[in-house]
């Protein structure tokens, strides 16, 4: 299985960029794509395919990467953008998400 | 508007089984595969299974392979997961989402506990 490691949490300021990073065991091309969860809420898709800002989604977010190592940025950071993020794969089956990073204000 | 609307859950005890239906609705629901994800207590996503546009084929992990089945009524625009055998450590809320090998339209789910 491809297992993807993100880090458990960042603590962030408004108005700051954060970059929330996603390494997975294997190769998974650009077949990775970002979700946001709020507390109490269906996660929320925010990235598609490494890159793609999904419909609705605010520029503020964007995504890179391919291969092992992606990353998804939030350039600023507004307060609505605390929640939980997470990662997923879809290159291979069993799909696979990573553990999911905490954003958190300073 | 997409939505998918997520049902059946409950209390169940440990090695029965339970049924969650998913109604979706604002999409052809037939063009797409659809998906489970479920999320423990407190926990990350873990992607439950799989189901092609026709329902000939499902995919499933280790961990319910055997257990869940993944079916689907196109004529109904319904999505089902029948679950036996069920442990402890099924305890989750369960979201239908709609697949485009991403996820891009999720249900608000429904919660599963198994306890005696």
């Known amino acids: 299985d491809t297992v993807l490691t993100q880090s458990p949490a960042l603590a962030v300021s408004l108005g700051q960029r954060v970059t929330i990073s996603c390494r997975a065991s294997k190769s998974v091309s650009t077949y990775m794509h970002w979700y946001q969860q709020k507390s109490g809420q269906q996660p929320k898709l925010l990235i598609y395919s490494a890159s793609n800002l999904e419909s609705g989604v605010p520029s503020r977010f964007s995504g890179s990467g391919s291969g092992t190592d992606f990353t998804l940025t939030i350039d600023p950071v507004e307060a609505d953008d605390i929640a939980n993020y997470y990662c997923q794969q879809s290159n291979e089956l069993p799909y696979t998400f990573g553990a999911g990073t905490k954003l958190e204000l300073k | 508007e997409v939505q998918l609307v997520e049902s059946g859950g409950g209390l169940v005890q440990p090695g029965r089984s339970l049924k969650l239906s998913c109604a979706a609705s604002?999409?052809?629901?037939?063009?797409?595969?659809m998906a489970w994800v479920r999320q423990a207590p407190k926990k990350g996503l873990e992607w439950v299974a799989t189901i092609s546009t026709s329902g000939s084929r499902t995919y499933y992990p280790d961990s319910v392979k055997g257990r869940f089945t993944i079916s689907r009524d196109n004529a109904k625009s319904s999505l089902y997961l029948q679950m036996n055998s069920l442990k402890s450590e099924d305890t989750a809320t369960y979201y239908c989402?709609?697949?485009?090998?991403?996820?891009?339209?999720w249900g608000q789910g429904a919660s599963v506990t198994v306890s005696s």
């Open positions: 989402a709609r697949l485009g090998g991403f996820m891009d339209a």
């Open positions: 604002g999409f052809t629901f037939s063009n797409y595969y």
